[in-house]
């Protein structure tokens, strides 16, 4: 028993390599693809390996064929005998690059390599130029077979070495200036990651979606070498800090990487979502994933970033607004939906290529002021109807403040208003009466007529329940000039102290207390009701109940 298991533990012991290899093609591990499968699987051609032999993709097989036999013409060539010559010599590098054995023998395989490389460099080429095209090509005459194709090739699965590729381009080529990666280019400038300038060609190539990634984080890689890291933080969702007075703005960069913070305004450039987008970026994801030797996995740090942005529909909505993100899919639901499924299951960077931002944003969201603020924009004017409940709720504390205060003057100050304005009035009709008097009094003295008489006549005109006049002392009866100097200052002095103007207005007060209160009270009753239903959100009803 002993010896069977040596002689199989030293079978596996003979069977590994002398030297570790370093693949770069791998099956996505179940972490990731449990969360949207299909993303990971080609949908109509299968370049390498591990989905060849899928049915539904059989049928691209037969122009796999097609597109060699058009480089073979073009060369003026019959035979694939040097080609096959020189992928036999590459056939061993080509089988590291991959995690996992081959279940293929080497004719297979070296096979595999021609078909598919010859087709992917072919359809690049057509790809690029519309003159390549042939009339009669299925491939180009209906739109969507492209579309798929350029999913499948971005598949992360479904790649073969990029050097194999390379190699078949050299011996494919007409002109010896051309380089594959003048093919490339134009695979980004049509949809995939659209970029103004072409980057350096990278210096590790490992296959296509390789390339295309590497192209699109070289400029960010580069400026991100001239910054500290700080400690990775968590940020508040896109509606949140905005409340909290951070602006967002779209940025003119052409590389979406380029986040920029700038006087309390998050610059970000434009993010087009497709369909095709989650599949992209998941394939970007993984790579990064199983890829060595880098610390820096810039799209899964986007994508992060990203995803704590967009918390919900209105994140996403108010990003769109912002011109940050360029909806093709439709409502702001699916955006919400793409952008929270890729931030599912994923590790970002030890070094997280955003962690200044995030620690610059926290420090702002963090201050008691900002705190407030955002409180405030979110309970009181995150809506219009919010906004219309605040002030209804003011308008109803001043009401009620109003209605107090004239209660209180009703009870405490009505009677004695009532009674000073009543002897006011009473004052200002003696006043009236005297200077009606005067002329009377004058007419009588020049008739001859005695104090008395004068004094008879004043009381008899001015029709007062009391006397206005005291009779003169002088044989009973005051002069009638002492007697009108007197009442005149005894007036003054009583009104000295109150105006006219202030009595008649505060008597107007009292007497529509009454009715102020009436309409304080139904103003409070419309208020709670305008308050009762913004609070609970049902404005509909509350407007049926109205109506």
Same mark, same amino acid.
């Given at each position: 028993?002993?010896?069977?298991?040596?002689?199989?533990?030293?079978?596996?012991?003979?069977?590994?390599?002398?030297?570790?290899?370093?693949?770069?093609?791998?099956?996505?591990?179940?972490?990731?693809?449990?969360?949207?499968?299909?993303?990971?699987?080609?949908?109509? &051609?299968?370049?390498?390996?591990?989905?060849?032999? =899928?049915?539904?993709?059989?049928?691209?097989?037969?122009?796999?064929?097609?597109?060699?036999?058009?480089?073979?013409?073009?060369?003026?060539?019959?035979?694939?005998?040097?080609?096959?010559?020189?992928?036999?010599?590459?056939?061993?590098?080509?089988? =590291?690059?991959?995690?996992?054995?081959?279940?293929?023998?080497?004719?297979?395989?070296?096979?595999?390599?021609?078909?598919?490389?010859?087709?992917?460099?072919?359809?690049?080429?057509?790809?690029?130029?519309?003159?390549?095209?042939?009339?009669?090509?299925?491939?180009?005459?209906?739109?969507?077979?492209?579309?798929?194709?350029?999913?499948?090739?971005?598949?992360?699965?479904?790649?073969?070495?990029?050097?194999?590729?390379?190699?078949?381009?050299?011996?494919?080529?007409?002109?010896?200036?051309?380089?594959?990666?003048?093919?490339?280019?134009?695979?980004?400038?049509?949809? &995939?990651?659209?970029?103004?300038?072409?980057?350096?060609?990278?210096?590790?190539?490992?296959?296509?979606?390789?390339?295309?990634?590497?192209?699109?984080?070289?400029?960010?890689?580069?400026?991100?070498?001239?910054?500290?890291?700080?400690?990775?933080?968590?940020?508040?969702?896109?509606?949140?800090?905005?409340?909290?007075?951070?602006?967002?703005?779209?940025?003119?960069?052409?590389?979406?990487?380029?986040?920029?913070?700038?006087?309390?305004?998050?610059?970000?450039?434009?993010?087009?979502?497709?369909?095709?987008?989650?599949?992209?970026?998941?394939?970007?994801?993984?790579?990064?994933?199983?890829?060595?030797? *880098?610390?820096?996995?810039?799209?899964?740090?986007?994508?992060?970033?990203?995803?704590?942005?967009?918390?919900?529909?209105?994140?996403?909505?108010?990003?769109?607004?912002?011109?940050?993100?360029?909806?093709?899919?439709?409502?702001?639901?699916?955006?919400?939906?793409?952008?929270?499924?890729?931030?599912?299951?994923?590790?970002?960077?030890?070094?997280?290529?955003?962690?200044?931002?995030?620690?610059?944003?926290?420090?702002?969201?963090?201050?008691?002021?900002?705190?407030?603020?955002?409180?405030?924009?979110?309970?009181?004017?995150?809506?219009?109807?919010?906004?219309?409940?605040?002030?209804?709720?003011?308008?109803?504390?001043?009401?009620?403040?109003?209605?107090?205060?004239?209660?209180?003057?009703?009870?405490?100050?009505?009677?004695?208003?009532?009674?000073?304005?009543?002897?006011?009035?009473?004052?200002?009709?003696?006043?009236?009466?005297?200077?009606?008097?005067?002329?009377?009094?004058?007419?009588?003295?020049? *008739?001859?007529?005695?104090?008395?008489?004068?004094?008879?006549?004043?009381?008899?005109?001015?029709?007062?329940?009391?006397?206005?006049?005291?009779?003169?002392?002088?044989?009973?009866?005051?002069?009638?000039?002492?007697?009108?100097?007197?009442?005149?200052?005894?007036?003054?002095?009583?009104?000295?102290?109150?105006?006219?103007?202030?009595?008649?207005?505060? &008597?107007?007060? %009292?007497?529509?207390?009454?009715? &102020?209160?009436?309409?304080?009270?139904?103003?409070?009753?419309? %208020?709670?009701?305008? %308050?009762?239903?913004?609070?609970?959100?049902?404005?509909?009803?509350?407007?049926?109940?109205?109506?």
């Amino acid at each position: 028993m002993s010896d069977n298991v040596t002689i199989s533990i030293d079978s596996l012991l003979n069977g590994l390599s002398s030297a570790p290899s370093n693949p770069s093609i791998f099956r996505v591990g179940d972490h990731l693809r449990s969360i949207n499968p299909e993303a990971y699987d080609p949908e109509i &051609i299968a370049i390498g390996p591990f989905h060849r032999g =899928k049915h539904h993709l059989q049928n691209m097989e037969k122009h796999k064929v097609r597109y060699l036999k058009l480089v073979l013409q073009r060369k003026e060539e019959s035979t694939v005998e040097i080609y096959v010559t020189a992928l036999r010599h590459l056939e061993d590098r080509a089988q =590291k690059c991959y995690a996992e054995d081959i279940q293929l023998d080497e004719h297979e395989f070296v096979k595999m390599l021609l078909l598919d490389g010859c087709f992917i460099i072919e359809f690049l080429r057509k790809f690029q130029n519309l003159k390549c095209r042939d009339e009669d090509d299925p491939i180009f005459q209906y739109g969507y077979i492209q579309s798929h194709l350029l999913h499948d090739l971005m598949v992360f699965e479904n790649q073969i070495p990029f050097f194999i590729i390379d190699s078949l381009f050299n011996m494919i080529k007409i002109d010896k200036g051309d380089k594959i990666n003048s093919l490339i280019w134009p695979l980004l400038q049509n949809g &995939i990651f659209p970029l103004q300038d072409l980057p350096e060609a990278p210096e590790t190539q490992h296959h296509l979606l390789g390339i295309v990634h590497d192209l699109q984080c070289s400029s960010f890689a580069k400026r991100l070498s001239h910054i500290d890291f700080m400690e990775t933080e968590n940020i508040n969702s896109a509606i949140e800090l905005q409340e909290a007075g951070i602006a967002f703005e779209k940025s003119e960069s052409d590389s979406f990487f380029d986040i920029e913070l700038k006087n309390k305004s998050m610059i970000i450039p434009v993010w087009e979502i497709s369909d095709s987008t989650e599949s992209l970026f998941r394939n970007m994801i993984a790579y990064e994933y199983y890829l060595t030797g *880098s610390p820096q996995r810039y799209v899964t740090d986007y994508v992060f970033f990203m995803h704590c942005l967009v918390h919900s529909p209105e994140d996403a909505k108010l990003l769109r607004r912002s011109g940050i993100i360029s909806n093709f899919l439709g409502a702001d639901e699916m955006v919400y939906r793409v952008i929270n499924q890729l931030g599912k299951n994923i590790i970002i960077s030890d070094k997280f290529s955003y962690s200044n931002i995030f620690h610059i944003v926290n420090i702002h969201c963090g201050r008691t002021r900002n705190i407030w603020m955002a409180t405030l924009r979110r309970d009181y004017f995150s809506s219009p109807w919010a906004l219309i409940s605040l002030l209804a709720a003011i308008t109803l504390l001043v009401l009620t403040i109003i209605q107090i205060t004239f209660a209180i003057l009703s009870y405490y100050y009505l009677d004695t208003l009532a009674c000073l304005g009543k002897a006011f009035e009473l004052n200002v009709r003696r006043m009236e009466a005297i200077q009606q008097l005067d002329l009377k009094s004058d007419d009588a003295e020049k *008739s001859g007529l005695s104090e008395t008489s004068v004094y008879l006549i004043k009381n008899t005109d001015a029709g007062l329940d009391a006397p206005l006049l005291e009779p003169p002392q002088n044989e009973g009866i005051m002069s009638l000039e002492d007697s009108s100097e007197n009442v005149k200052r005894g007036i003054v002095e009583e009104s000295s102290c109150f105006s006219f103007n202030l009595f008649e207005g505060i &008597i107007l007060i %009292c007497k529509w207390t009454n009715m &102020i209160q009436a309409v304080c009270e139904m103003s409070q009753a419309v %208020c709670k009701w305008l %308050c009762d239903c913004l609070a609970g959100g049902d404005s509909d009803n509350c407007i049926q109940e109205t109506s």
